[in-house]
């Protein structure tokens, strides 16, 4: 299995402000996903991670709410902009290859926002 | 789009007993349906999963059925433990994305 690593596991943060979370990935991974995950719901896919160009966003995420990076195959980030309590959550980074499907999870990171 | 429907949203069983979740999809093109378990506080893991080529897949305990013409599939746990208890998600392949149901609940009674 892929290995990955997200920062920070958690953090509180004031409405208003905006929370970068980084997510490094093994080499084996090509591709690079971003959910939310609201506490005790399933997960929602935010968007689709594309090395060196825009990412792709699913319906009700926008680019400027969530500003995401991906500068190499295994470095990505995604910005929460302009945080309110209604964006506390966690968020999930995944990583998988388009050769056998298979995604792996980081661990999350857990936003409050008060 | 792909819409993936789980149920049932919770399962309680006594150990040693099995226990099973279903799921359907609407998409008749999804090639993939992975399973994961979720436990309070971490991240979701990857269990089993099995390709459209495939009916059944079986790992030691769990094991995963697929019909693709009444698109559903189904995880079974055989021999259920108390660490069996957490939160089964499963998924279907759309368009390279991971479409989730709704999360099954499953408590192993000791």
């Known amino acids: 299995s892929a290995v990955i690593s997200q920062k920070p596991s958690r953090d509180i943060c004031q409405r208003g402000t905006s929370l970068t979370i980084q997510c490094q990935v093994d080499s084996q991974v090509t591709m690079m996903f971003w959910y939310r995950q609201q506490p005790g719901q399933s997960l929602t896919l935010i968007a689709t991670a594309n090395q060196g160009s825009e990412a792709t966003y699913e319906s009700g995420f926008v680019i400027d709410k969530f500003p995401i990076s991906r500068p190499n195959l295994t470095f990505s980030t995604l910005t929460v902009s302009n945080l309110s309590p209604e964006d506390s959550s966690i968020y999930l980074c995944s990583g998988g290859t388009a050769r056998n499907n298979e995604q792996f999870f980081g661990p999350g990171t857990r936003l409050t926002v008060l | 789009g792909e819409n993936v429907e789980q149920h049932p949203s919770t399962l309680s069983v006594q150990e040693g007993d099995s226990a099973v979740i279903k799921c359907t999809y609407s998409?008749?093109?999804?090639?993939?349906f992975p399973w994961y378990k979720q436990e309070l506080g971490k991240r979701p893991q990857l269990i089993i999963d099995?390709?459209?080529?495939?009916g059944e897949k079986k790992d030691q305990r769990i094991a995963v059925t697929l019909n693709k013409t009444a698109k559903h599939f189904s995880l079974h746990i055989t021999e259920t433990q108390p660490e069996d208890s957490a939160v089964y998600f499963c998924?279907?392949?759309?368009?390279?994305?991971?479409?989730f149901g709704t999360g099954t609940r499953l408590l192993v009674s000791p």
């Open positions: 998924a279907a392949i759309s368009f390279q994305k991971l479409v």
């Open positions: 998409d008749s093109a999804s090639n993939y």
């Open positions: 099995i390709r459209s080529n495939v």
